[in-house]
């Protein structure tokens, strides 16, 4: 009889436009895992306050998260630096991160019995959402690299910004992940760490595919 394979999950934690979320994408396909970007619902919710900040409440926060779907954290517009800047402020909020855990929760253990498994990358995934997870990584680059990133990324979809202001931004954020209180990005002592500073996407996956196939072979996980 075959062996059954295992249900696979993958936490990977980075500040913002390290690259772990092109990565992400591309080990979620290669192993057909259900792929979350997990800070991406902090921005629906941030897109949401900065439609309707009369109506916005815990109880309307509540509504969105319920009928939020996978699909719904791929729209555009979600990457303007107004939302992520907004997103930045909601998820130091504990009730604001207690509804999203829920959210993230949910799709990184129950994702749709079409996925082998689940991989999800943001700033708390390898201690807070998903600790107990087959495979840790914690990507980064330095700063200035990160900002030309976005900047590029950013005008690529028509949204008009200077490099200066998209790094006065990345450095805001940076400030605000590293030292909330409440779950803070940082690095575990578990988690391997990708510097993508001088890496290609294709290197990038390369390095993470080699070490998540060395520990399928010796437990023969997949």
Same mark, same amino acid.
């Given at each position: 009889?075959?062996?059954? +394979?295992?249900?696979i999950?993958?936490?990977?934690?980075?500040?913002?436009?390290a690259?772990a979320?092109?990565?992400? &994408?591309?080990?979620?396909?290669?192993? $057909?895992?259900? *792929?979350?970007?997990?800070?991406k619902?902090?921005?629906?919710? #941030?897109? *949401?306050k900065?439609? $309707?900040?009369k /109506?916005?409440?815990m109880?309307?926060a /509540?509504?969105?998260?319920k %009928?939020l779907k996978? @699909?719904?954290?791929? &729209? @555009?517009?979600?990457?303007?630096?107004?939302?992520?800047t907004?997103a930045s402020?909601?998820?130091?909020q504990?009730s604001?991160?207690n509804l999203?855990? +829920?959210f993230?929760?949910k799709? #990184?253990y129950?994702?749709p019995?079409? *996925?082998?498994?689940s991989?999800?990358?943001?700033r708390?995934?390898?201690y807070?959402?998903v600790p107990?997870a087959?495979?840790?990584?914690?990507i980064?680059? %330095?700063?200035k690299?990160?900002?030309l990133?976005?900047y590029?990324e950013?005008?690529?979809l028509?949204m /008009?910004?200077?490099?200066?202001?998209?790094?006065?931004?990345i450095k805001?954020?940076d +400030?605000?992940?590293?030292?909330?209180?409440?779950?803070?990005l940082? /690095?575990t @002592?578990?988690s391997?760490?990708?510097?993508t500073?001088n890496?290609?996407?294709?290197a990038?996956?390369? +390095?993470i595919k080699k070490i998540?196939? @060395?520990?399928?072979?010796? %437990?023969? $996980?997949?």
């Amino acid at each position: 009889m075959r062996k059954k +394979k295992k249900f696979i999950k993958i936490a990977i934690d980075s500040p913002a436009a390290a690259g772990a979320g092109t990565l992400a &994408k591309n080990i979620s396909k290669h192993y $057909n895992l259900l *792929y979350v970007d997990t800070g991406k619902a902090y921005r629906v919710l #941030a897109m *949401y306050k900065i439609n $309707n900040p009369k /109506k916005f409440n815990m109880n309307f926060a /509540k509504k969105k998260i319920k %009928n939020l779907k996978v @699909k719904d954290l791929n &729209k @555009k517009k979600l990457l303007s630096n107004e939302i992520g800047t907004e997103a930045s402020i909601l998820a130091k909020q504990k009730s604001i991160r207690n509804l999203v855990h +829920k959210f993230q929760t949910k799709l #990184a253990y129950s994702p749709p019995k079409k *996925y082998s498994g689940s991989c999800l990358d943001g700033r708390d995934i390898t201690y807070n959402i998903v600790p107990d997870a087959d495979f840790k990584f914690f990507i980064t680059a %330095n700063i200035k690299t990160r900002a030309l990133r976005r900047y590029r990324e950013l005008n690529q979809l028509n949204m /008009k910004i200077s490099y200066e202001e998209v790094l006065k931004s990345i450095k805001l954020r940076d +400030k605000r992940d590293y030292s909330r209180k409440i779950a803070p990005l940082k /690095k575990t @002592k578990d988690s391997i760490l990708i510097n993508t500073t001088n890496l290609s996407k294709r290197a990038c996956f390369l +390095k993470i595919k080699k070490i998540i196939d @060395k520990k399928i072979v010796i %437990n023969g $996980n997949l």
